[in-house]
């Protein structure tokens, strides 16, 4: 099990730009995929964007692609979501989640099932 924060969320203007981090604590984060969702209000949560345990395989969903940047930094337990080109509908909370990486080339996690720690969730509201 891993613990997780979430910070960086607020308002901002369409078009603007955040930087969501995920704090983790406990044993062996650099062993976990990771990934961001998304729940807007009245509406079921939402893969957003995914990163293997190594860092080098990111993965996205469409809605996102092209302005939005998932990183890690293994070395602080941290995972990061830059989010640029703000929308109006990317207003939602963020939740960052942890899950075992099978070590698969093509394994590509975006089913809240493949995650079994999750973050409380930061909010992000986007102004038109």
């Known amino acids: 099990q891993v613990q997780l924060v979430e910070s960086g969320g607020g308002l901002v203007q369409a078009g603007g730009s955040l930087r969501l981090s995920c704090a983790a604590s406990?044993?062996?984060?650099?062993?976990?995929?990771m990934g961001w969702f998304r729940q807007a209000p009245g509406k079921e949560r939402e893969f957003v964007a995914g990163?293997?345990?190594?860092?080098?395989?990111?993965y996205y969903a469409d809605s996102v692609k092209g302005r939005f940047t998932i990183s890690r930094d293994n070395a602080k337990n941290t995972v990061y979501l830059q989010m640029n080109s703000l929308k109006p509908e990317d207003t939602a909370v963020y939740y960052c989640?942890?899950?075992?990486?099978?070590?698969?080339?093509?394994?590509?996690?975006?089913?809240?099932?493949?995650?079994?720690?999750w973050g409380q969730g930061t909010q992000v509201t986007v102004s038109s």
């Open positions: 989640a942890a899950g075992p990486d099978s070590g698969s080339y093509y394994y590509a996690p975006r089913a809240e099932g493949d995650f079994g720690s």
């Open positions: 406990g044993r062996a984060f650099s062993s976990y995929a």
């Open positions: 990163i293997r345990r190594s860092g080098v395989t990111t």
